[in-house]
Structures are given as structure tokens and as C-alpha cells.
């Protein structure tokens, strides 16, 4: 059920919903993931996908150099997590215990009450469809307990894969921006996917969120 949470509160008491839901970011479940929190102990995992120049090929952050790279960056997420302001869930696989990717909010914006949803995955388990698994449960969340009026994805110029995953979502292309990004040491294009709540909601294959 769509709880409207945000629909006649102020900037400030949004921002604050948001703070007190990641600070004790709740457990998700789809068919084949847990959808948690991520902690020290998963650091040999995230390290093995986080240093694999295929995975962050496309993404904005250089592979880790060694695992120190992973605990500075679980360290991080611990902190920002206690603030309210990590919006990620470690991606874990039912079939084995490993803690495979990331999926969250990458960003929100109260002022036009819209999210953008990023996600990373290990290359192990890429063509199984287990990002959009992911995503459809952070999209449901998105708009049937935050009450976001369009969820939006954002990917660089050449990953494929990641567009798939868009489409999949039930994403539809909204714009291009040529060369908008200095990345890695280049400019980048990025394209721009979205859907609305009534979008996601005629499809009818989300699961609702409760608390």
C-alpha cells in the first residue's frame, strides 16, 4: 500500500524520514538475494568484485588497489550508515552466503521528489538477472513507501549491460548528455533512463513494502 510519507511533510522532515529509515536500514528478500546491510566482515567479498577492472569499468571509481581500498570503503559506509546517509543494501546470494554487489539510492531529490538507483555487481554473477531482481524491490520501495514520484538510472556511454538492466526495470530513455562527466581522466556521456510511479505500478509484478 502507498504509504505517502512525504506527500504534505516539509524538505526538512523528509530529509529527516530518510535519515532514520537508512540509519536502521531494514532486511529486503527477493527469490535469490537478501538485500542488507554490509559490514566488516564482508570485505574479502566486496574486495574480490570491487578490484576486478571489468566490474568498475564503467563506474565512476577506480578498482581497489588492495584491501585496504575495501576497508577504507566499508569504513565509510559504516559512518555514513550511523548519519542516515548510505542508501545502499549489500546484494547477498541466498545460494552460497557471498556478498555479490551493491543496489540503493545513488541520490535523491526532495525538491522534485525523484530518486536515482545505482547498482554493481560481481562479474561471477552477471547474465542471471539478479541486478533487476534487486532493483525491483528498491524501486518498489522508492514509490510505494517513500512515495517518489519517478525513479531515475543514469549509465556511461558503452555499458550495455547496464542499459539491458534499465529496459528490464521497465525504464524508458528520457535524455543524453554529451560529454558531462570528467571521469577517469575523460569526458563521458551520460544517458539517462526513468520510470513513474504509474509506470512501475502498470506493470504489476512489484512486490509491496511493509514495515
Request: proline share 2%.
Amino acid at each position: 500500500m502507498f504509504h505517502k510519507i512525504f506527500k504534505y511533510l516539509t524538505k526538512e522532515k523528509k530529509d529527516k524520514k530518510l535519515r532514520e529509515f537508512f540509519a536502521d536500514i531494514p532486511r529486503l528478500e527477493t527469490d535469490r538475494l537478501i538485500l542488507r546491510r554490509i559490514g566488516h566482515a564482508d570485505c574479502s567479498d566486496i574486495y574480490e568484485y570491487s578490484a576486478d577492472p571489468e566490474v568498475t569499468k564503467y563506474l565512476t571509481w577506480k578498482p581497489h588497489a588492495n584491501i585496504g581500498d575495501t576497508r577504507v570503503y566499508i569504513d565509510d559506509a559504516l559512518k555514513r550508515y550511523g548519519n542516515g546517509k548510505f542508501y545502499d543494501w549489500g546484494l547477498e546470494y541466498k545460494a552460497d552466503g557471498r556478498l555479490i554487489g551493491t543496489c540503493g539510492f545513488t541520490s535523491v531529490n526532495l525538491n522534485q521528489n525523484v530518486c536515482e538507483v545505482g547498482y554493481v555487481l560481481s562479474k561471477k554473477y552477471w547474465g542471471r538477472g539478479l541486478v533487476p531482481e534487486a532493483l525491483e524491490r528498491v524501486i518498489d520501495l522508492a514509490f510505494n513507501y517513500f512515495g517518489f514520484d519517478k525513479v531515475e538510472a543514469r549509465f556511461f556511454e558503452g555499458n550495455t549491460k547496464s542499459k539491458k538492466v534499465m529496459l528490464k526495470s521497465g525504464m524508458t530513455f528520457e535524455k543524453t548528455d554529451k560529454n558531462q562527466w570528467h571521469v577517469k581522466g575523460e569526458y563521458k556521456t551520460v544517458h539517462t533512463y526513468s520510470i513513474t510511479r504509474d509506470e512501475f505500478e502498470s506493470r504489476k509484478t512489484y512486490i509491496p513494502f511493509t514495515t
